[in-house]
């Protein structure tokens, strides 16, 4: 069975155009979601993926309206496939229930890890090269090395209340713990 998702992503926009192409190629049963793309959870999209059985056929009219990113995309058409559903966008012309089809989207998963790996790379040389010249990633220490002193010897004052030292130094009680035990032992300096 060939199962349409049509999406568009605001209410000025109309599925008619992607809903006809849907039922011309042959959908029997079409589910729409009117939603960012960027939304992880499209009540649409999961209503048509529990609605589908082995064998059957998911249909978009472009490879966008079901992936947010081709990484995404990747993801959800090898979902289908672990499920032993097909999948085919009208507008690419990918049908992974043939041999083509599945080559052109080996292609494309392919093309995705290579752009993954080129991000990473990039990441990696850029804060090797950050860290040369003496830049730390990361935020910015909320405790410095003084309040540290001042939080582990108020600690063991048992006059002050952790509450009252939290509000002096602007912490909160975890941050305050994470470099002072309650014994007013230094932890992080």
């Known amino acids: 069975m060939l199962v349409g998702y049509a999406r568009v992503s605001t209410d000025d926009q109309n599925l008619d155009l992607q809903t006809d192409a849907l039922q011309q190629a042959g959908c029997e ?13 499209r009540p649409g999209l999961n209503e ?6 082995e064998g059957d056929t998911l249909v978009v009219w472009r490879l966008d309206r079901l992936g947010r990113s081709l990484k995404d995309l990747v993801q959800r058409v090898e979902q289908l ?15 992974t229930t043939s041999s083509v089809g599945k080559f052109q989207f080996h292609v494309f998963s392919a093309l995705a890890e290579f752009e993954r790996e080129l991000i990473r ?20 220490r909320s405790m410095t090395p003084e ?16 509450e009252e030292i939290c509000r002096t130094l602007g912490v909160s009680r975890t941050t305050l713990y994470r470099y002072v035990s309650p014994e007013g032992t230094v932890r992080i300096t």
């Open 29 to 41: 049963r079409i589910f729409s979601d009117e939603m960012s793309g960027a939304k992880t959870e």
């Open 81 to 95: 496939r672990e499920r032993g559903v097909g999948f085919r966008s009208l507008h690419e012309h990918i049908d």
């Open 48 to 53: 048509a993926l529990a609605f589908m059985r």
């Open 147 to 162: 309040k540290v002193k001042m939080a582990a010897r108020l600690m063991v004052d048992p006059a002050i209340s952790v």
């Open 121 to 140: 790379e990039r990441t990696l040389a850029g804060l090797q090269a950050a860290r040369a010249r003496g830049r730390l990633g990361g935020r910015k």
